[in-house]
């Protein structure tokens, strides 16, 4: 570990293998990090703390807008004669906001960052010669919050430090749940609350369009606009109130953890905007506030009713001041004089951060590609935070260990991997590592924001730029899709992420960054003031609406299918419904016999069939004949063992081709399952073409010994193993699945134009259905019955139930029995049995290809079977 000053003469180092990490305390624009409470302030999470001037670009209020923060965009510090003195603070916060305030004449309210023993001390004008974005804002402007600072250390560091910080950060393991520290985090709101109606009186009653505007910022006072509104209204002064959350909003599961969660929701929705940073963040408030509170919700619009009062929650993601960092980048010196690549990564040493993980995921990569050693360096820059606190202590103390045991493994004579660094930078300084660095490394475990990201972004102006990595968990990783994202908490993908950075061809390189660097010019600190001042009515020259979609509750809500599938369905074509059966049509049952489609889904197919706008086709893993018996309708399609056999309405029949060999290794494979781990409910089921192997009535702690010794037999009888529920398939070595089956029924059915003349819905349970929603995707809409978020999928929606998918089905019936019929509704197979003797014919395509031969090209098969006319009865 080195300190601050070694970092200002790292580039005289012939050896500069580093790792940076800054990390803004919590995505947010927070001002500074101040010595005197030994944490990070509620409005900057900039660990370097920059020096940034206001830009051009100021944004207007219609009305004067009030900025209530923890903390005011300076902090006052006494000098040694004992008078006061202003020391501004940095951050997207204050660069984006105060300039609207001064401009509007309005008011910012907060902590001073000292406790003042009279609180009628004057506050100190700002320094002549500073140019911060707070150099006009007035001492008269300023409300100083004076708390007594027991409270305000039970307030600060007790609750909104040891409790929200962690809850919200969905780590409620490291959280602590204390009345006491509640008891003053609702005293400190309220005196919040009461400063800012000093403020509020003291405005200027202009006319009735230019409402005073009332900006409450983060966790720390959630409380405050409550009080706020209540005071407004009992003395007649009219204000909006809007709230941002620069932190994560959790979901519900942790949320409700805390014992005075419906106080903390009735308190942010005093408001009439809340703004969080992605639409994550708001789905999961608007789940609280149904779930907690009993509130009317709207999830499309984003909308919550409470006290008679619509409450509207957006998405409005932070940006940084673009063109300042640019600047910065262009003129800062240069200061890694190596040849190696640095990885660069800054935080603040915060458990949030991930920052253990990111060692152990640098020290994976030295292991696993050992072509970087001597060649790659990882630069950490860690920012001293809460420094009296035991946790944040064990952390520093892990860290150092940790730097220690890798550069002592791995170090050479003229290299040593990692150059840590404990302690701020200068703005030149870390302008210029942003520039420089070959990688900006971002993955924390779960931020906010993180305008790290967007900062190395906007300072990558060498040609060919440098990768960002960021963590699926930061807000930015929602929002910067160009850059590689990367779980903190895989530390092997982690490290093959990593090597991928360093090995990305220029031309990719330079790809992704040209579209990040565009994304953040143009959404920049100003573009998000901008955004919410619309979304409160109060931007200056507003010829827009709120983009994100009503302001007020609707009367009645629609369908969540009529959304996603009106608009794709559409009056006109024709559509094809693939369905599986066990688990989608059919709940999973303890045994195949058992899985029974109940009576009313089966009555809607019924009648789906005999529209004439409607194509079903059934798609199992079952064979063919049962799946056929299990639904019984005529008229529809179905396709058994994954598609490996396909019954067509006419009674046509496709068998996909498998090598000879097979024919007599399916009952080999058989007896030998049977005789060696069908024991302890496990069984054989015999599909014909293939086997499966079931274990779902077996002890769970059974399971995995009797799966892999099947699987591995299942292997060397030459079977490709499939994974199912609570059971593993035996396939043939054919390239077959359920895609290519769907995609050849679909052309059998519609011709080979198919793809332009109807509409697809596909809804499957399991892994076998990702072969068709990949392979039909973009082609079709595509549902995943699933009640576990776990499953990844190709699938454009996911279901919950099979109930679900029978509501589906409802919708579907609705929305065509309103067509009128089609002129031509035998223009695809169906019931047809007596129209032709051709189509009378049932075709076995259970053709025996020899050993060591190729079977037929499916593509072949399929044209073979065409009937001349595709669009007519064709096969």
Known sequence: MVDLQSAQTFHKMSSSSCNSTRSRSDCKGRTSLNSASKSESSQSDDPTLLQLRPTEDVVSSTGSMIVISNRLPFVLQRKKDGSLVRKASAGGLVTAVAPVVINGNGFWVGW???HLDNPNEPIPESDPDDISPTTGLKSDKVIVVQIDPVIFDSYYNGCCNATFWPLFHSMPDRANFKREHWKNYVTANKEFAECTLRALRQLPRKNANEVPLIWVHDYHLMLAANWIRQYAEDEGIPCKLGFFLHIPFPPWDIFRLFPWSDEILQGMLACDMIGFHITDYCLNFVDCCQRNLGCR??????????GGRTVRVRPLPIGIPFERFVELAEKAPKLLSTNQQIILGVDRLDYTKGLVHRLLAFEKLLEKFPEHLEKVSLLQISVPSRTDVKEYQELKEEMDQLVGRINGRFTTPNWSPIRYIYGSLSQNELAAFYRDAAVGLVTPLRDGMNLVAKEFVAC????????????????????????LICNPYEIDDASEIIHRALTMPEDERILRMNYLRRREKLNDVNYWTKSFLSAMGSLQTQDDHDEVGSILMPA??????DEYLAKYIGNSLKLALLLDYDGTLAPIAPHPDLAIIPAETKKVLERLSNLSDVYIAIVSGRN???VKQMVGIEGITYAGNHGLEILHPDGTKFVHPMPTEFHNKVGELMRQLQETVCRDGAWVENKGALLTFHFRETPHHLRADLESQARKMIEDAGFIVGKAHCAIEAKPPVQWNKGRASIYILRTAFGVDWSERIRIIYVGDDATDEDAMLALKGMAATFRVTSSH???TSAER????TDSVLTMLKWVERHLSRRKPSIDPNNYRRNS?????TSAVQIEMSMQVPAGSSPPSPNRLSNTLALPNNSNNSH
Do not use: C, W
Request: charged fraction near 20%; avoid cysteine.
């Open 112 to 114: 001073p960052g000292i």
């Open 297 to 306: 919700v709207d999830r499309k619009n984003l909308l919550v009713e409470h």
């Open 460 to 483: 990558q102006i060498n040609i060919p730029p440098g990768v960002l990595i960021v963590s699926p968990f930061a807000g930015a990783g929602e929002t910067m899709h160009e850059a």
């Open 556 to 561: 009645v809500t629609l369908d969540d299918f």
């Open 624 to 626: 063919v004949e049962n």
């Open 790 to 792: 776990i499953i990844k």
């Open 798 to 801: 996911r279901l919950p139930s």
């Open 833 to 837: 049995l007596a129209k032709s003797v």
